[in-house]
């Protein structure tokens, strides 16, 4: 999300964010191991960190608007909590995967187990 | 103390502090009941931290906002929650019980957990066998391989 912060930051309202392309993993992930995988995501997280803290956002910084293609106008702190939400979102579709390994397993648990209906 | 009516007995007007707030409530000639005492002592808790206390929101029921700064201009929100006992809930009339405030910079709070995610990642597939990481619900969805590469796209890119 830092790529857009700075787009509403530096340009506001005129500024444009790249569209995001949701398929772009397959390829790039391509030959590495979960470990890289990883230890890539924890660097760039830590960067991505040191970027928002080095912003010095202030409440009237995150009212601040930018312009997003489908939704229109939306804030600073609408995209920050946005992305600890789709971290979040995330997190829990591994959780939720990685549950319906055991569909047929839990044999008639299942119906005690919503994780694996969602 | 309880208090089956003070929901509706808010001091009113702008708070802009833990002592305007206790006069406010006194002036008004409202009943100073432990749901309000409570609010007041949290005011006064924030002031002492060196916060001034910008806006007070008061919901008819269950809690409210407090909007703060330092000296610093650093923002705060302050959510509280009044709590209610059981019984009182169920008929909606509410007793006061007690009260609970989580202040945090919102900022602060969502780093908390954006700081995090490479470690709950980390904790929950660093080394687990390769089933666990392929699998996924069926065609078009991803698996938690491929969710990690999607996080680290949106890193970079997005």
């Given at each position: ?77 609408q995209l920050l909590s946005t992305w600890v939400v789709h971290d ?31 | ?158």
């Amino acid at each position: 999300m830092i790529p857009r912060a700075r787009i509403i930051l530096e340009q506001g309202q005129h500024g444009t964010f790249e569209p995001f392309d949701r398929f772009a993993m397959f390829e790039k992930s391509r030959g590495k191991s979960l470990g890289e995988l990883l230890d890539k995501f924890k660097e760039l997280r830590g960067q991505s960190l040191q970027e928002l803290e080095a912003m010095n956002l202030t409440p009237e910084l995150l009212e601040k608007r930018g312009m997003h293609p489908e939704f229109g106008l939306v804030t600073l702190n609408q995209l920050l909590s946005t992305w600890v939400v789709h971290d979040l979102g995330h997190v829990g579709q591994i959780v939720r995967v990685m549950a319906k390994q055991y569909d047929e397993a839990v044999g008639p648990w299942k119906a005690y187990l919503p994780v694996l209906t969602r | 103390m309880p208090c089956r009516s003070c929901d509706i007995q808010e001091p009113s007007g702008e708070h802009n502090g833990a002592n305007q707030y206790y006069e406010n409530a006194r002036s008004n000639r409202e009943f100073l009941c432990a749901r309000n005492e409570a609010i007041v002592e949290l005011l006064r808790k924030v002031e002492h931290r060196g916060f001034t206390i910008e806006r007070l929101e008061l919901r008819m029921r269950g809690g409210g906002r407090l909007l703060a700064h330092n000296s610093e201009r650093k923002f705060s929100k302050i959510q509280f929650t009044l709590l209610l006992c059981r019984i009182c809930r169920e008929c909606s009339l509410g007793d006061f019980a007690g009260i609970i405030a989580v202040m945090e910079f919102q900022l602060d709070q969502a780093k908390e957990i954006l700081g995090r995610t490479p470690i709950t990642l980390n904790s929950l597939l660093r080394d687990v066998p390769e089933t666990w990481l392929h699998s996924n619900e069926g065609p078009e969805t991803w698996s938690p391989f491929d969710v990690v590469g999607h996080l680290i796209h949106a890193e970079e890119t997005d």
